[in-house]
């Protein structure tokens, strides 16, 4: 079956340090791929998607490439900020009007 | 765009009644929506898959005669919570997609919070 992976957290960052968070998933087929963002209390945000293989999604500052040769979608960005604080989840559809999987998320927290 | 509202927010119930929450996309319409339970600190359960103008397909667990899901109109899904209880305290979420492209995006509501007493 489809399913997505990705790394447990939660991870705790000072200020402008580099963020990666690691996201692999298995999917019969093409899938695309998102990253969303969930505040305290919140629903939860799209963040940033790629629909094809070496696509890459950005937004914010945050950039993941779709590689489909390591199965892989890691979210990064370059210099984080404490209002990035928040749990990211991986998320893949597998086909056209199908529900999304998603990973179990990953708590950050960054730090001034 | 892409706006999906929720309502209510947050909503505090007697064990035994039913609650209703209204999920709606304010500047799409959106053939299909999902309904998401989420337990603190642990990710989305798919509960159900809402299709306008058509029964709901519900997950493996997932109980339909006591989530009821009406999606009416191509811009309104409910879902129904009947003879609620504690039990059921959870985060709802609701989702709707747009197609563009031939692929589906999934826009969220704000959630709704349900505590049964």
Redesign the interface.
Known sequence: GNSVTQMEGPVTLSEEAFLTINCTYTATGYPSLFWYVQYPGEGLQLLLKATKADDKGSNKGFEATYRKETTSFHLEKGSVQVSDSAVYFCALIANSGYALNFGKGTSLLVTP | GAV?S?HPSWVICKSGTSVKIECRSLDFQAT?M?WYRQFP????M?MA?SNEGSKATYEQGVEKDKFLINHASLTLSTLTVTSAHPEDSSFY?C?A?I?T???????????T?LTVL
């Open positions: 999906v929720q299909t999902f600190k642990q990710s989305l798919l898959t979420i989702s997609t197609r492209d031939s692929t589906d995006t999934q826009y969220f509501g704000p959630g919070r």
